[in-house]
């Protein structure tokens, strides 16, 4: 699986070569393995597809590497962090005690934002069936979101975001591999439904075992994808 470095797509507008957008997009480009896993990148070579200065893509490299998204290696440079499976394990846990903990308090929101967020797994949904990836990963992530806002404690989503960001690179790989996005939205079903009829017990299982689908896609893509693994 030999991903271009950049995609076209990705690069930066005219007149907005901020270190945010710089860093939003290289950041976006490794989750999506678009730069695959193992691959070597440079400030000069990032900066001059981007066409901005050093500086921007020097900053983004440095918070990404802050993330464990890129490393140097030695007579190697930069390079974008291969995937670990015990720090994705460590995502997991982290997702599963603060979303869990989260949901058991969102059945306490009132109906109708439980409801909105039903209505909002429904959109996803849709997505998916129309074979629309990108629209259902934002989905997916808004519903997420969203659950933990109604639990009361919107800082906790921070971060669950950077968990599931190492745990998404896997998620977008298996989405052709494993159809990883049809699963997720069938689950995401059944926890609006639960959340909507406020039965925490169900909510949380429903949760668990959604959460959990990932273990399963880290197998199937290292299996396919060695590579891509440093253990």
Not at 56 to 63: A, H, I, Y
Not at 72 to 90: A, N
Not at 150 to 156: I, K, V
Not at 190 to 197: G, K, N, Q, S, T
Request: aromatic share 4%; hydrophobic share 45%; glycine share 4%.
């Amino acid at each position: 699986m030999n991903a271009p470095l950049l995609k076209p797509a990705l690069k930066m507008p005219p007149r907005e070569s901020t270190s945010q957008q710089v860093y939003e997009l290289l950041r976006t480009a490794i989750v999506n393995a678009t730069l695959a896993p193992g691959r070597a990148i440079s400030e000069i070579e990032m900066a001059n597809q981007l066409e901005v200065s050093r500086t921007p893509v020097r900053e983004s490299f440095r918070r990404l590497a802050a993330e464990g998204f890129l490393k140097v290696v030695p007579q190697v440079g930069t390079v974008v962090s291969k995937m670990s499976r015990r720090e994705l394990m460590d995502a997991l846990f982290i997702r599963e005690s603060i979303e869990c903990a989260a949901a058991r308090l969102a059945v306490k929101a009132p109906l109708e934002e439980r409801e909105a967020l039903h209505r909002l797994m429904l959109r996803q949904r849709a997505a998916v069936d129309r074979g629309d990836i990108e629209e259902g990963l934002n989905k997916d992530e808004d519903l997420h979101r969203g659950l933990i806002d109604l639990s009361g404690h919107p800082r906790a989503w921070e971060p669950v975001r950077q968990a599931r960001a190492h745990m998404e690179r896997v998620r977008r790989m298996a989405i052709p591999e494993l159809q990883s996005n049809i699963k997720a939205a069938e689950q995401h079903e059944r926890i609006a439904a639960a959340l909507v009829a406020a039965d925490t017990e169900v909510l949380v299982k429903e949760l668990q075992a959604h959460i959990r689908l990932i273990e399963g896609f880290i197998e199937g893509i290292s299996a396919r994808y060695p590579d891509y693994f440093e253990d």
